[in-house]
């Protein structure tokens, strides 16, 4: 049955419905294929009996008629989702054991449209991390190599275990966040597709905050039809998230028209970048002339502080995440590392159970924070950030969305940003300003790099236009025609 | 701006992470690169740009004074790496 | 008034600021829907958000929002339709978030005032800073184990509003009378139920000495003293202590310090952070507070009759002194039993009724107003039987005993127990002719000039009749008597 786990979710849920197979069968497959792809370490936690329950739960409700709009498919769950029941680590070693006695509204809203869940998938640790380097539970391995070289690479990040397991066919789809571009930038590395929705579209209740003006859920799929199917079944107004917005919630895949005649496609001279790959560079030409042929209007913009948009993220990101990292203190939950008094068995939780991203990152936000830099960093960041957030409002006046490059190289080898911090946090340089405004942005792999590996274009839209950027990524996905898959090499190893 | 040692010692105990005598210097590195990094954000006018606090224009919902939560020492405390009768326990402090 | 403390090298003034942590009367809790109710069970009273689970958000209470506008109201303030919570940062293990969500650059509520009326019979305005809503942290308890501290996080995430003075009191009178009246307001409003012994109410006081004229001196502040009877004297103790330590050369620091209540003395915190650096900002968790001017002015004409102006219409409508006024409507309970009861009756003879034997019974039977033993209309009952001359003042008290004991109408207890006053002459004749035919000295004594007299002799007439004689009549009868 190795052939079930080729299947999209549009295709799996028409022959669900069909009784062509059942939930159980395609669990089956994808629970061995999980099995099978341990050498990616892309699954921090696997939970086959709760996955074969959840099937036969799901394929009684269908015998009874009563299908959600994921009835039966099976999903892995980034491990930043609390999960009732089933351990939720965030990839850090200070979530040590910690098993949440409540359910994620999204992962919620997935179970209620009747997903299945395969596991949790390995991550950056607290989501701090464009390559699955700092998770403590070991990096995750990218399923595509280069053309004739055995190297490992990087998935991307943070959510790299969640791009593994869509990309290399052990889940149909998988949850995902992105603070700066850790849904966009995996994806864009595995070949697969990633949207990060409007902010506030998902609800944060029960996800392990990293930057909470930032963070927003979405899912990585196969395909762009697959991702408006699963983000629709995850969005929502959530009362229990201030911030979650109180707006309709469309029929994505009912804005898959695959018309895009007359659309206004902006295209950022910012994002033209010194030093980008040429590579890069050539398959947004080839985008832009896609959009267009399809009878887009494409129109050159401005978005004068994209420059800034990644040092303002990294005040801005690292400050929320100073205070929000305060509560992993060893006292309700997690690691503790006993210590002579209270404050030292702080400190020697907290050096014990942060890796060194992290705490790179808790020190920073704290210094930025702290009595004398305020006005310096933060107000400054606050700041910029309304401006760049402006410059979306400004051209979204005259176009109805924007066509990027994804990330500014294909995915690269274990060790090679891990040194230098800054090389590092460029990854996100076309994803982050996205975040910083909370628009809605989508990832969709449109073609390989010289040397075989895949290279993501970034849809963007207006607040709450998801609509817009689906059917936009809907027609470059057609026109890109991109069939290519990794080799399976890790199921011989 | 570039920190020093005794910097990332302060900040680092604000933050309750415990750093090795030994790590002080390459973090204080790591952190001066980062934040002279950061601070070509010095080059944006920002005089007259009100900071942003949140990328929604709506203010905060309100829930009704309802008691629907608690009642559940158990869940509360399940978690907690030491735990006696209910409360959560730490080392003695003194105030 | 004069508040200087007279030093070993001079006059010093004892400046003091007040922050007063006041628990907002609500079911739930400022950002989640675990109750607030007084001692439960550990960590029953605990939402998931309240123990700072990962993941959890903060949801704001509408009720928090009212009272807090209300609360501000009633401290005349500015109502700020625009405000944001910050967060403020720091480790403690009760504090499960690693921060408190509270405001910080921009309250609800601005500045205000306050009236406090002092024992002399002047009376103060007390400048209010700013008022905000914050969460308040858990409990954590020391003396149950030798080597740990327990933490109970039921209080964690109750809603508070910190109401900060100016440094505008000079004196621990000052200071009490503050408190007293800001408690006053807050339970008029309805907003705060200023129960100091659970903790609903308690303060920070922030004291500092001077030379008089002089600019500010170094304060401490002193945390969290739960009684006006302990601030006053942390007070007395620190202004003594800063004094001595500046006369003998030395400096105050600027530092936190604990009240210890059994030996009525202050202490430095030993687990004082180093210096606070509270790393403020505003929680991306929550978006601003915005409402409406018509939100403000719905709430204000729900107002009840305050303290202030309660007290004026006693002066100005009921003829009521200031002091009989100032006691009166020290507390909503007081003014609305006596306001019951002095409906139909007269002001003076009620208001002394009410604050004077009432009150006397209240505390002997170690009452509140709200348990009294007897009703308004009961106390109503027992003024009218003196108004009607059917029992006297004297036998009154009495009868007002007996209510208290039993719960019983004061009529009732009257007729039982036959103390109907004796209003009939010729009995009262025939008792004056005894007492006047038995001390025949004495009544030499009061005609040869000692007209005071007249007082022992009624005295005698009253012992005489068990106190049930009419007094008037005994009085008047007496004159006529020995004048004769
Ligand atoms: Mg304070
Ligand atoms: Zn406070």
Redesign the interface.
Known sequence: MAELTELGIAEARNLLAKGSFSSRELTESHIAAVAEASALNAMVTETPEIALAMAEASDERRRKGEAGALEGIPLAIKDLFCTKGVLTTAGSHILDGFTPPYESTVTANLWREGGVMLGKTNMDEFAMGSSNETSYHGAVQNPWRRRGDNRALVPGGSSGGSATAVSGRFAMGATATDTGGSIRQPASFTGTVGCKPTYGRCSRWGVVAFASSLDQAGPITRSVRDNAIMLGAMAGYDPKDSTSARVALPDFEAALTGDVRGLRIGVPKEYVLDGMPGEIEALWQLGIGWLREAGAEIIDISLPHTKYALPAYYIVAPAEASSNLARYDGVRFGLRVPGEDLTEMYENTRAAGFGPEVRRRVLIGTYVLSAGYYDAYYLKAQKVRRLIAQDFRDVYGTVDAILTPSAPSAAFAFGDKADDPIAMYLNDVFTVPANLAGLPGISIPAGLSDDGLPLGLQVLAPAFDEETMFRVAGVLEEAAAFAETPEEWWRSS | MSVDKATVARIAHLARIGVGEEELEPLAAELSGILQWIEQLNEVDTDAVPPMASVHDEGLRWRGDVVNDGDKQADIVANAPDAANGFFAVPKVIE | MNNLVEGATGPWEVVIGLEVHAQVS???KLF????TAFGA?????????????????????????EQAVRSGLGLNARINTYS?FD?K?Y?Y?DL????QISQYLQPIVGEGVVTVDLDDGSSRDIGIERLHLEQDAGK???D??????????NRSGVALMEIVSKPDMRSAEEAGAYVRKVRAILRYLGTCDGNMEEGSMRADVNVSVRRPGEALGIRAEIKNVNSVRFMQQAIAYETNRQIDVLEAGGSIDQETR?FDAQSGTTRP???KE?AH?Y?????????????SDEFIERIRVSLPELPDAKKQRYMDDLGLSAHDAKILVSEREIAAFFEQVVLGRDPKVTANWVQGEFFAQLSKAERDIADSPISADQLGGLIDLITDQTISGKIAKDVLEFMFESGRDAAVIVAEKGLNQVSDSSAIEAEIDKVIAANTDKVAEFQGGKEKMIGWFVGQVMQATKGKANPQMVNQLLLEKLKA
């Open positions: 609500s079911r739930s989640s829907g675990a109750a069970e550990p960590n029953s009273q605990v939402s998931l958000v309240d123990a700072g689970m990962p993941g959890m958000l903060p949801v704001i209470n509408e009720v928090a929002v944001i967060r940062n480790f293990a499960p978030q690693g921060y954590s308890i020391h149950r184990h030798p080597a740990k501290t327990y933490v109970d996080l604990l915190m030993r687990s180093e650096d790393r403020y900002f505003p929680d991306p968790d929550l978006l601003p507070l915005e409402f």
